[in-house]
């Protein structure tokens, strides 16, 4: 097994491994916040080009809610003989209005497994592309919340004031919770 020989099961990908995933595959699931407030995902055939992701669309609720909140993610995945990948992107999205633009990004070579018209083109400027990679056969054995629970709460910092703050892929510090007391159940 990969632990066994001293890999680790789970390997923060570099940016340019991250890129080179980008430009293996072409197609993405897009994650927006819609008009409503709440997360969407669309999935979308997609290209790279001078660093930013190209995808054509329908008229529809991803070009409304990009032009309203412009903050998105694209996120891939795949797999080989050895692991599972993941790459995420995080950026801002826009609708792209230039003939040349579009026709430099080669977006309107790709095909789509949906027939209907695409007339408008998105780009996901990058701000950060992080990814991931979890080596097969590296699967612990299922544990009990309770178990896991303790785990995290005995592995956490001890509060710290002056602690940095989080940065975005960090696992929160876990919160104690505690069975309720027999005396205190409704019931009781």
Known sequence: MAAERGERPIEELGTAECWGLLESVSLGRLAVTGLDGAPDVFP????????SLYARSA???KVLDIAIRPAAALEI???DDASHWSV???GAAA???HDAEIRDSGVLRLDSANPASKPHVIRLTPSTVTGRRFRKGTHNAPQSAAATAEREVAEAPAPDEK???QRRGDRPTPIPHF????????NA
């Open 44 to 51: 979308l055939n997609y290209t790279v080009h001078n660093g």
């Open 59 to 61: 008229h529809g609720a």
């Open 77 to 79: 995945d795949g797999e």
């Open 88 to 90: 995420v992107v995080r």
């Open 95 to 97: 609708r792209v209005e």
């Open 163 to 165: 602690r940095s703050p």
């Open 179 to 186: 069975a309720p007391d027999k005396d205190d159940s409704p």
